[in-house]
């Protein structure tokens, strides 16, 4: 959520910044809003007043000579008109308050202002490329046929499981996929500092709230019939952040705090039909190895390009050619002030695919949550920064590998950094 000081003092300003973001700020909505808050505020202040005036009337007409019963009963009369009063614009405020607080969770953040100018994903910016995609002197295949050896991935199992945009994994695809996990998590852990996590795969429409993914994207998430209160989770971004809500980081030299966490996470993906229905790139239920970080205001920037620099590792690590991209403005998610994305060569597609986004959300994020930490410097408290990153999307991770590795004869060769937790086989989906 924006500082809803910010607004006030510069609603103009704040709603040039949103453009950017393709967002559209109704200035004049938001100031009857303001007004009629005001408006509230003022005369509930007056009725507080006009109320302890009355309560002092009593002893003023018993020294004018009235009898103290009558006194009291012409006060109480006042009192009680007062109180009604009082009554309808405490629930007229209550009201009020709430549609300015809706009003106000519905605004994305502000991009940051070296955020590229841009409507759509055409207008993102290059800024590195690593590796040469491969030349084949064979036809290229795509995952989907090359896992179709063995019924390795079987997507026609996963529909009759469940329906479309499911999969399942069999043998060596199945461990590689698990390998996948471990290298991730062991490379995040021992060389780049994150403490590992396990958390619930069902939050509460609090949690949703915090990172921002409700009210906006209700559409998006499952939520569970049995409790309306639980959803299943879209990413890890949302539990893990979530456990610095409503608390304050008491010791400023733990930050920055970094955690990693691998998850399943659910999307019902509504708005894309027709896109990606080949494959295992756009799945309701898919793994990832997510990377959150809590930071002072002060570290946010740096730490953002340290926590993309971990995502790209991976990519590294395994060999497999990407480019990161800065989001333009119109292109970057509702709580981001500042995004990278990492696209990986596939092969099969003969392009480049999103495989890991990382963002800083500033204190977007930590307004929402109460997420504090105690400044050493004056004492207070003051809003975190949070960031968070896929480090990487396992599945995509996992097509990448398979497209990007094969052989003429249709087996994969498999990294060698994988190897470990493939007891040391080089190749999988050998004829």
């Not at 469940?162 to 698990?178: D, K, M, Y």
């Not at 990606?276 to 790139?281: A, K, L, P, S, V």
């Amino acid at each position: 959520m924006i500082d809803a000081k910010t607004l006030r003092q510069d609603a103009e300003d704040v709603a040039r910044a949103l453009a950017r973001k393709r967002f559209t700020l109704d200035i004049a909505q938001y100031r009857a809003l303001e007004e009629r808050r005001k408006g509230c505020d003022v005369e509930s202040q007056g009725l507080q007043a006009a109320r302890n005036q009355a309560s002092r009337r009593i002893g003023e007409l018993v020294r004018e000579g009235v009898p103290v019963d009558e006194a009291k009963a012409r006060a109480g009369q006042e009192m009680a008109e007062i109180n009604s009063a009082l009554e309808r614009v405490r629930e007229e405020g209550e009201v009020i308050h709430a549609e300015l607080d809706a009003f106000l969770a519905a605004i994305p953040n502000l991009p940051d202002a070296d955020v590229p100018e841009g409507a759509s994903e055409e207008h993102n910016v290059e800024v590195l490329r690593w590796g040469t995609p491969r030349v084949f002197d064979f036809p290229v295949r795509d995952h989907v046929d090359l896992g179709a050896r063995g019924a390795a991935m079987d997507f026609d199992a996963g529909a009759r499981l469940t329906g479309s945009r499911f999969v399942v994994l069999r043998g060596e695809i199945a461990r590689l996929h698990r390998a996948l996990i471990q290298f991730m998590l062991d490379l995040h852990t021992a060389e780049h500092g994150y403490e590992e996590l396990n958390v619930p795969y069902m939050v509460n429409a609090d949690a949703l709230f915090g990172t921002g993914q409700l009210p906006k994207f209700a559409e998006d998430l499952f939520r569970l019939g049995i409790d309306e209160g639980y959803y299943l989770i879209p990413t890890a971004e949302v539990p893990v952040t979530n456990l610095a809500r409503d608390a304050i980081v008491e010791d400023a030299a733990g930050l920055p705090r970094r955690m990693v966490c691998h998850t399943p996470c659910f999307r019902s993906e509504a708005g894309s039909y027709g896109k990606d229905q080949r494959g295992m790139i756009r799945q309701h239920q898919f793994e990832k190895v997510e990377l959150v970080q809590l930071v002072r205001p002060d570290q946010s920037a740096a730490a953002l390009e340290e926590l993309t620099g971990h995502a790209e590792a991976v990519l590294r690590r395994l060999g497999l050619p990407y480019r990161k991209i800065v989001l333009c403005g119109g292109d970057m998610g509702f709580a981001a002030r500042k995004t990278y994305d990492l696209e990986v060569w596939l092969p099969g597609q003969d392009k480049y695919r999103e495989i890991s986004s990382c963002s800083n959300m500033g204190d977007f994020q930590a307004r929402r949550m109460l997420a504090r930490w105690r400044n050493p410097e004056t004492g207070k408290p003051e809003l975190l920064h949070t960031l968070n990153g896929s480090g990487l999307a396992v599945g995509r991770t996992l097509v990448a590998i398979l497209e990007n590795c094969q052989n003429a004869d249709g087996s994969v060769t498999v990294p060698a950094v994988l190897r470990p937790w493939m007891n040391g086989a080089a190749s999988i989906l050998n004829p």
